[in-house]
């Protein structure tokens, strides 16, 4: 009985991560028509999360009280933000097989995180987990003509550091699980207005990014639409990652990968080739002996 607990206890909080995945792995598309329409994916996601904080704040006043009181939750609103900007802007100017593997390099920061933030042990496997990603970023990175294994292309380095604000993310979630769902909720969605929107700002005042074209119908709409699905996503994220461990909340998301390569090779957003299948094939192993390390 107690066995049979446990793995209902556990499925919910699996279920509700591989939704976010699912909707992450499938977000280059409309972001991508988003930016056909003229709307920067900065300034999309700006849009998308500000309609989820006017919601939380809302439903749920006292969160904004709660998120200026816990300096713990501005590291969750900084890694929120980071995350969003570094991934969207990615998916829509790379290959979106490559910057999802780079991406998923998440194993390798996550071990490094949890020792310092949740105290984890670095434990043999541990050390395997990092030598197999650190392979697979080398593959993946390493360049056809040779040369050094570095970021080819603006959506690489946003890959890498994306992957990194994630890892940040999920260990942050995890430490602040006591904390009240909205308070964690409100800084993961002005994280992404706040990063995203101080950078499009920036960005625009040099004139390496468009202002927002003038409201309209189509955009406007998709801009709500994917409000919404942010808003189940990234609920369900911190409802999942706040109850299961670090590591494992990393191998539950790797449903990302199948979900944003198999629509990327279906829908032309990018290409499979065989560094890519070596390195990803690496990338994924060090994701996978994450999960089988157990609870933290």
Request: one cysteine or more; proline letters at 5%.
């Given at each position: 009985m107690q ?8 499925f ?8 976010n ?9 409309p972001?991508?028509q ?6 920067h994916?900065?300034w999309?996601t700006?849009l998308v ?8 704040l809302?439903v ?9 009181r816990?300096p ?14 570094a991934?969207?802007w ?8 490559r ?8 194993p390798?920061w996550?071990v ?9 042990a ?5 050390a395997l ?20 294994p570095l970021p080819a ?31 964690r ?9 706040i990063?995203?929107?101080a950078?499009a700002?920036?960005l625009?005042?040099q004139?390496?990014?468009?202002w927002?074209?003038?409201p309209?119908a189509?955009?406007?709409l998709?801009?709500?639409?994917l409000s ?6 990234n ?12 590591n ?7 449903v990302?990968?199948v ?6 090779l279906l829908?032309?957003?990018g ?5 890519l299948?070596?390195?990803g ?5 060090a994701?996978v ?7 933290t």
């Open positions: 066995t049979s607990n446990a793995r209902s206890a556990g919910w909080p699996a279920l509700c991560l591989a939704f995945a699912l909707v992450w792995g499938l977000s280059w598309w972001f991508r988003l930016q056909a329409l003229g709307l994916p900065l999309a700006v999360y500000l309609v989820a904080v006017a919601a939380i809302a749920r006043p006292g969160a904004l009280r709660q998120l200026v816990t713990a939750l501005w590291v969750l609103l900084a890694a929120s933000g980071t995350t969003n900007a991934f969207n990615a998916m829509v100017i790379g290959d979106v097989v910057v999802v593997l780079l991406f998923y390099l998440m390798l996550a490094l995180l949890a020792r310092v933030l949740l105290g984890e670095l434990t043999a496997r541990a987990r990092v030598v197999l990603a650190l392979a697979g970023a080398v593959v993946v990175l390493w360049p056809a003509g040779g040369g050094w292309t603006l959506a690489d380095a946003l890959g890498l550091v994306g992957g990194f604000s994630f890892a940040l993310n999920n260990v942050m979630l995890r430490r602040e699980a006591a904390r009240p769902d909205e308070g909720a409100l800084a993961m969605f002005a994280g992404g207005v990063v995203a929107g950078l700002v920036v625009a005042l004139g390496e990014v468009a927002p074209p003038a309209a189509p955009w406007v998709g801009a709500l639409f919404a699905l942010f808003l189940l996503s609920l369900a994220l911190q409802y999942g990652a706040a109850r299961l461990p670090a494992v909340t990393a191998v539950v998301m790797l990302e990968v979900f944003a390569s198999g629509s990327a829908l032309g957003g290409t499979l080739t065989p560094p299948l070596i390195g094939a690496l990338i994924v192993a994701a002996l994450a999960g089988r390390e157990g609870p």
